[in-house]
């Protein structure tokens, strides 16, 4: 039976009485795309796996579950948030924490960080940079075919701003906590901005980190704009238990010479699906999409990546790894898109996955479409096991099989961490990987965040 | 009772899927003493050192290996390597991803562990890693890669002999380690092995050439030809190798039908 006319009715109620609840007090800028992206929605449904984006991924496991709140948080929610005490040693960061991606004290104004960069809250940019919100709000996220995207459009109430003036450079990346807590089953959705002007750098560490057991949904949406000779980059950790679904869209749209990186680090999850889009509006922009995820148990762990060369002399790359245990399944769908003009683009795509179980399954689906003539394009995927050879080397000097195992997936790993930019974090993702692959990284085991 | 050999080889059969590639080998080596296998390609060299580090490529079928007085077929790779094996690999593996540090301070204390010692302190482990390195003159940025990764084939040969420093072992196994290296890589090769031997350190060099013998001088020299010895002598049978090649040993072997002796002499 098709379980999601009554999530969709669910949903519409919530929609019908979204001005007296959910939606109160929401600014205009926000709440004049609301009613077509609901129909929107409604038009597209939940995707299923007729979806070709979705066609590893079965949604029913998240969505099919009844939640008994939708979130939409309230001044009291944020006091557990800020008893969470979130320290980071020797990683010199300026760190917040959100929890549920809701940035606390929302109604507050913004907050300028060292070097001129604004955090927020969605509802603060509003009233503080209606213009710069009306230019680039809900300009780069697409529907395309997906019910999720317009399904946030109309509902999500609030979440995370970030803006980079003119030549702001922070050096400093910033750290982003964000707690899922709560007392009941949620689902939950954030929308979030952010503008990095021309010439600007920002860097962005994005930790989920699940602290209390119930379910939760959470779908997420987050568009970002790279202005010329801009640098953006943004890692995710995520680290969540095996009742929780993430699905996160990100839109990155970049403008000449800028350069972005996304990196999406899933040691933990029971259904998470990470859309990334990156858009290539102007010439000699440099993007790339990294993603590495661990999953075992039931988890399902799908990485979705579109990149559009819309300009020419545009460098991208693509490169997710992944290692499936016991039941876990995951796919990879890559997508690299050369429009007519974009000459002389290079374009670069690799998935590579381990397998350690006869059950495990990993697909991966390639999709290359290319209208220009001058392009250099290539893409490979491999799904295999560990390299017996190898393993073979490291016991024959002593090491034991199962740390010889260890060290291998670690390495194969560590591929993916060494682009993470700054060394500092990319020790701190290092132990969180083996931490994981040793079995020591439980839900709410301190990890190398070292909350407290 | 107390054995003399350190290790104790007795007609041991192997074989890769079905088809037998030992046939039947003895071979015995006593502490401290080195020991040269020559033998045309395809003659089971290779296989012997798999047999003897536990890469399962090969079914032993019969026969029996005794290390130090212990039965060394029923022992996993690591544990070989623990009891103090090392093989010098004809092809090291490139393992990416997996640091040169992490990989010998993971192997130098699970060996350690195996003897009762403390962890090496990190002081201590550079300070070995340094005076290993420059013994086999390898350079420096090497070991602060992956393992093996881009090396050369040169590079490669070197540093597995920089393992065999780090690791010290009892029974060194040399599977063509000169093979692909020019005069003075294979001279500062060899000259590394004899600096790293301890007057009880025994040695097995498996190769196709006597050159490298003219460094790591044997006590033994045997011919390996379908899966068995077929000869033993001392150093001048490799002179002899070397000048007539391996036809006349083919045909000695051809034209009789007894099972090979290997006497010790
Ligand atoms: N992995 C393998 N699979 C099948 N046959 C093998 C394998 N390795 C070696 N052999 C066979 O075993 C025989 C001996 O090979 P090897 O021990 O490598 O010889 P050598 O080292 O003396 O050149 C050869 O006939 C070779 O083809
Ligand atoms: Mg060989």
Redesign the pocket.
Same mark, same amino acid.
Request: proline share 0%.
């Given at each position: 039976m098709d379980y999601r006319p009554e999530v969709i009715s669910r949903l519409t109620e919530l929609w019908e009485g979204k001005d007296a609840g959910v939606l109160q007090g929401s600014p205009d800028i926000y709440n004049r795309y609301r009613a077509e992206a609901f129909s929107e929605f409604l038009r597209l449904g939940i995707p299923d796996r007729k979806n070709e984006a979705y066609k590893y991924t079965n949604l029913e496991k998240s969505f099919g579950h009844r939640y008994e709140q939708y979130f939409s948080p309230k001044p009291d929610d944020f006091r557990e948030a800020e008893r969470f005490h979130c320290e980071v040693e020797d990683l010199d960061v300026w760190n917040m924490v959100l929890l549920n991606g809701f940035f606390p004290r929302g109604d507050e104004g913004l907050a300028m960080l060292p070097g001129g960069i604004w955090v927020g809250s969605m509802k603060a940019a509003a009233r503080q940079f209606p213009s710069l919100v009306e230019k680039h709000y809900n300009k780069y996220a697409r529907n395309e075919n997906d019910g999720l995207v317009p399904l946030n459009t109309a509902l999500a109430s609030d979440g995370l701003f970030l803006y980079a003036p003119k030549n702001t450079v922070y050096t400093k990346p910033i750290q982003i906590v964000n707690l899922l807590h709560s007392t009941q089953d949620i689902f939950t959705q954030d929308r979030n901005l952010v503008v990095v002007e021309d010439g600007a750098q920002m860097s962005l560490l994005v930790c989920d980190h699940a602290i209390s057991p119930q379910h939760y949904l959470t779908n997420t949406v987050t568009e970002v704009y790279v202005g010329c000779n801009a640098r953006f980059e943004i890692i995710r950790v995520q680290n969540q238990h095996n009742d929780s679904g993430k699905i996160t869209h990100t839109f990155i749209h970049q403008e000449r010479d800028s350069f972005a990186s996304s990196n999406n680090i899933t040691l933990h999850g029971g259904l998470v699906r990470n859309a990334t889009w990156h858009r290539l509006n102007g010439e000699n922009a440099e993007t790339h999409s990294y993603g590495l995820f661990l999953a075992d148990k039931q988890q399902h762990i799908a990485n979705f990546v579109k990149v559009d060369h819309a300009a020419p002399n545009c460098n991208s790359t693509q490169l997710f790894k992944g290692v499936l245990d016991d039941n876990a399944s995951g796919a990879f769908n890559g997508r690299i898109m050369v429009h007519k003009d974009a000459q002389k683009t290079n374009a670069f795509q690799s998935s590579n996955s381990i397998i350690l179980s006869d059950t495990a399954r990993m697909d991966t689906k390639p999709q290359l479409e290319i209208y220009a003539d001058d392009v250099k394009c290539s893409h490979g995927a491999t799904v295999g096991q560990l390299d017996e050879n190898a393993l073979f080397y490291l016991r024959s000097r002593g090491i034991d099989a199962k740390e010889a195992k260890l060290m291998l997936m670690f390495g194969f790993a560590h591929d993916v961490i060494k682009n993470i930019p700054i060394e500092a974090l990319r020790e701190r993702i290092d132990n969180l990987v083996l931490m994981r692959l040793r079995g020591e990284l439980s839900r709410c085991a301190s990890c190398a965040i070292q909350c407290n | 009772m107390q054995t003399e050999f350190l290790i104790q080889i007795k007609d041991l059969k192997a074989s890769? !899927?079905n088809?037998e &590639?030992l046939k039947g080998l003895t071979l015995e080596v006593k502490p401290g003493e080195i020991h040269a296998i020559m033998?045309p390609?395809?003659?089971?060299?290779?296989? @012997?050192a798999n047999v003897l580090t536990g890469r399962e &490529?090969a079914t032993v079928t019969s026969g029996t290996v005794t290390f130090e007085g212990k039965n060394l077929l029923e022992m996993s790779p690591e544990e070989r390597a623990r009891e103090g094996i090392f093989l010098s690999f004809?092809y090291p593996i490139e393992i990416p991803g997996v640091s040169m540090v992490n990989f010998m301070k993971t192997a130098i204390n699970e060996q350690r562990k195996h003897r009762g010692l403390e962890p090496l302190s990190a002081s201590e482990f550079l300070r070995q890693m340094r005076e290993k390195k420059e013994l086999v003159e390898i350079d420096s940025a090497l070991t602060n890669r992956s393992v093996n990764e881009g090396f050369s084939g040169g590079e490669k040969k070197k540093n597995e002999i920089f393992q065999m420093a780090m690791l010290e072992p009892r029974l060194a196994l040399l !599977?063509e380690t000169d093979s692909g290296l020019d005069i003075d890589a294979l001279r500062i090769v060899a000259n590394g092995v004899n600096k790293i031997r301890r007057p009880d350190t025994s040695v097995i060099v &498996?190769t196709h050439y006597q050159r490298l013998l003219d460094y790591i001088v044997p006590d033994f020299v045997h011919v @390996?030809y379908d899966g068995r010895i077929v000869k033993s002598g001392g150093p001048e049978l490799a002179l002899k190798l070397e000048e007539r090649g391996y036809d006349w040993i083919r045909k000695e072997a051809e034209v009789s039908e007894e099972t090979w002796t290997t006497d010790r002499k």
């Open positions: - | 890769i !899927d088809k &590639i033998g390609n395809g003659s089971g060299k290779s296989t @012997l &490529i004809q !599977d &498996i @390996l």
